[in-house]
């Protein structure tokens, strides 16, 4: 019997104790991971460009309302024909030039009650008419904050009111 014992012995004395796994790494990552990544890198790219080209876009807007707030705050006589005046350059940088440069006040206000999106008040759109016409002093009867902020609303959202306006102008059938 001492053989069979020496004989298990020996084979336990070969064993080896028994151990923990190795520990898994976090590193290298998954495909999966990388993947995942990859996807929030490139939206977060392109909300990062859709930022910034909506803020150039809107470059002109922001120039527009910082002249028209210096405006509001001035006590120029002359501030609703500037505030015009305003109004049809910040036009010109989103509606073809060939369109706004040529039209007439009339034409004007109904290019204003299009692009409207309900800023200007009829009290405002009344205020331009004929304002070529009107004397320096037209104004004084006025409510200078309340034609400001509804202009200087109307030229906030003038980007967006222009597209629809595009639009309805390219669906018009031409008149020759």
Known sequence: MLTANSAQSQ???Q???IHQPEAVNWWPLATGWW???GLVVLIG???LIRF???RRHYRFVRFASIELHQLRKSDDPRWLAKSQNIMRRLSLCYVDEALVGSMNQQQWMQFLQATNGQQLSDETLAVFVDLPYKPATAS???DKDSVMRDIINWAEQLPEEVKSYTQQRQEEPHHV
């Open 140 to 142: 004084d009867d006025v």
């Open 35 to 37: 993947i995942i990544m």
């Open 45 to 47: 790219l392109l909300l």
């Open 11 to 13: 084979l336990l004395q």
């Open 52 to 54: 910034l080209l909506k």
């Open 15 to 17: 064993l080896r104790d």
